[in-house]
């Protein structure tokens, strides 16, 4: 080659890399795909329908703004019905409004379902307070206690007035030895009073269970006051409202009218959870692109929600622990494989418990008791993965538990990362 001018590099069929960059995008019908990422943290005016939420949380983090000391405030409500997104937009709005009155604040936003013990979630803490603080420490990942993670949290603070923390998933975190599992809230939002530090900490917690704060420890409860805000799901009208608000993410012409009111109604019939709505979208463009079609029509939107769903399980699954996703898996092989157990739709427990411990052998690791994965399931079961249901179970046999999975196992199977070639032949044979 004696022309290596960008221009004329090709492949060996002659075509031009420089034409494929270039090449036909006259198909395309998303102008902006960020606008449907759900990550994406919206400007304050597309933010719809939770004007009521937004400004309870503004009221109880509002002191810091005047250098007082904020009311923690505990966030429940189901998946996609905006917990994070406000949490996070209400704290960027009080550090840039407290910034404008010269006073420093840490914005710290912490994933419990990614740190999910207490010392992670302090580590996780401490990490990101330090990030802004411009990086002063050096702060190990592993090694350190829990309570060597609070003192360095109280040293970093010194260099702010104020630090807003919002701890999401705070419902992920597992109890420690005690069965203590809000230690992190104690610490947080009595600090000042034990006086571990003079600096203001606005505490926003989230928890996806609407009953994790009855099953909080009264006196970590007690701090929280009656701030404690129940998001509720979004009707079909506030779905509609909030696609539309994104709507310029699509080239002008190309949504067909009906796609919006139809995506919100799927969505709605299940819980109102915005992200769900929101990716139903996102896939029925993507799906209408990959078929060349002039426009996203109603017509792609029943594919776009079993994408959605599709993504969404195999998101839950990556994200739980070994053992609950070894649960899972032997649930959905089971699912697959085996007909269930005595005319019910489910399998007993010490079926499931059987192919969970084939399961462990496979992946080499010691198996649970039969009694924690009972409980694994229960949690499971409250994540809407599996159905649990009393059963009478015919002739004598007294009654029992029978599980479901309630999502495709297929997904469920790829979700945990199983080569489904390797299916247990004996999680197959019906015992
Ligand atoms: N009121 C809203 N207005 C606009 N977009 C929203 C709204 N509520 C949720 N969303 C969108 O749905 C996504 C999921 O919401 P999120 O706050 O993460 O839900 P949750 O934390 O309750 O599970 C958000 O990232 C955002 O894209
Ligand atoms: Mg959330």
Known sequence: MTDDSPGTWGSDSGRDTGELFAADDSNRLIKNLELLEVGAVPEGDRIVGRDNEIESLVSNLKPIVRGDPPTPVLISGKTGTGKSLVARHVAQTATSVAEREDLRVADIYVDCSQHSTETRAVCA????????????????????????????????????????VILDEI????????????????????????????????IIAISNKLDYPDKMNQRVRSSFGDAELLFPPYDANQLREIMHAREDAFYDGALEGSVIPKAAALAAREHGDARKAIRI?????????????????????NEAKRRAEADRVAEHVATQTPHARHILLALALLTKTADPDDGEDGYRTTHVYDAYCTVCEEEGTEELKIDR???????????????????????????FTAWRLLKDPDVVVKGVGHDPELVSPKIGADD
Request: net charge negative; hydrophobic share 35%; no cysteine.
């Open 125 to 164: 803490t401490a990490r990101e307070i330090n990030k802004a603080a411009g990086s002063p420490k050096d702060i190990p990942l592993t090694g350190l206690g829990a309570s060597q993670y609070y003192t360095i949290i109280w040293e970093l603070l010194e260099d702010f007035d104020a630090a807003v």
């Open 171 to 202: 419902d992920r975190i597992q109890p420690d030895s005690d069965g203590n599992r809000d230690n992190i809230l104690m610490q947080l939002s009595r600090a000042r009073e034990a006086q571990k530090t003079d600096t203001n900490i606005g």
């Open 281 to 301: 979208l996102k896939n029925a463009g993507v799906i209408a692109e990959e078929k060349q079609d002039s426009k996203v029509r109603e017509a792609h939107l």
């Open 373 to 399: 994965v009972r409980q694994l399931l229960d949690e499971q079961a409250f994540l809407d993965i599996i159905e649990s249901r009393r059963t009478g179970g015919g002739h004598q046999q007294g009654t």
